[in-house]
């Protein structure tokens, strides 16, 4: 598989996706000019964050690994372990990336921006901001939400990735409730996060939609870069892993996922 042949290359990228990430985040974006009569989308209040972007890391850093760390216990596949790694840190990096990348051409404003414009209320004529260039510059950055795509991008894939361990799309999945709750916990705490953006008002219904369905979007084309289909007998493999079973193509897969039963 080629992700594995050029190794070197494949985290080199991840690297300079994440530093392009870094480099945007500090980028000032279009300057939207607003209109009088939609001044009223802006002035929701301004409150911190319910999830704050540290602790987003956290949780689209731990979860993948737990899950990866827990399915190399199982199978003791190296080589799954060095594809589900390169998918998911391509799936996150090339995300928060290309999120910073919209939010810098887009500037929609975010629906607290008014507050952090005019901290005091008073409003100024033409838009002319009197709060902390630092929150005004941040609060132009509301589409599309990045908590939304960063965590649909890693806990995304991080559901894909279960949904094929456990073979939940074949014959052994359906009517399994166990793995169906097992494999959609993560996405589930990926919705959570999105909505909570909606909730303390730091951003539009709009952005989070956006984010989640791009983060997501990103999540599956990285995630069948190392991996077959879901419903595959093999999707418990990662793609380069395959020719070496094909011989045992049926009692293999069944072994496999006799562990969990």
Not at 65 to 78: D, E, G, M, P, T
Not at 193 to 210: E, F, G, M, N, P
Request: net charge positive; hydrophobic share 45%.
């Amino acid at each position: 598989m080629k992700i594995l042949e050029s190794f070197g290359a494949e985290v080199l990228f991840r690297i300079l996706f994440f530093l392009l990430y870094l480099y945007t985040d500090n980028l000032k974006p279009f300057e939207r000019h607003i209109q009088p009569e939609e001044l009223w989308l802006y002035k929701n209040p301004e409150t911190p964050s319910y999830i704050p972007v540290k602790f987003l890391w956290v949780i689209v850093t731990i979860l993948p690994l737990v899950s990866i760390v827990s399915a190399y216990i199982r199978n003791r596949n190296k080589t799954d372990v060095t594809c589900a790694v390169l998918g998911v840190t391509l799936s996150i990096f090339f995300t928060a990336s290309l999120t910073n990348v919209i939010k810098i051409i887009f500037g929609r404003p975010r629906p607290d921006f008014y507050w952090r414009c005019f901290p005091d209320g008073k409003f100024v004529a033409g838009m002319l901001c009197t709060g902390l260039q630092e929150k005004i510059t941040e609060g132009r950055k509301s589409f599309p939400s990045g908590h939304s795509s960063i965590a649909f991008s890693g806990l995304g894939f991080t559901t894909l990735y279960l949904f094929g361990k456990l073979h939940y799309f074949g014959q052994h999945g359906f009517g399994s409730t166990w793995r169906f709750i097992t494999c959609i916990t993560p996405i589930f705490i990926a919705m959570l996060v999105a909505l909570s953006r909606v909730c303390d008002y730091h951003h539009h219904w709009q952005d989070v939609t956006v984010g989640s369905l791009l983060g997501f979007i990103v999540a599956y084309n990285c995630y069948r870069q190392c991996y077959p289909a879901l419903n595959s007998n093999f999707s418990h493999m990662p793609l380069s892993s395959i020719p070496s079973y094909e011989a045992n193509l049926e009692s293999n897969t069944i072994a496999w996922v006799g562990r969990f039963d």
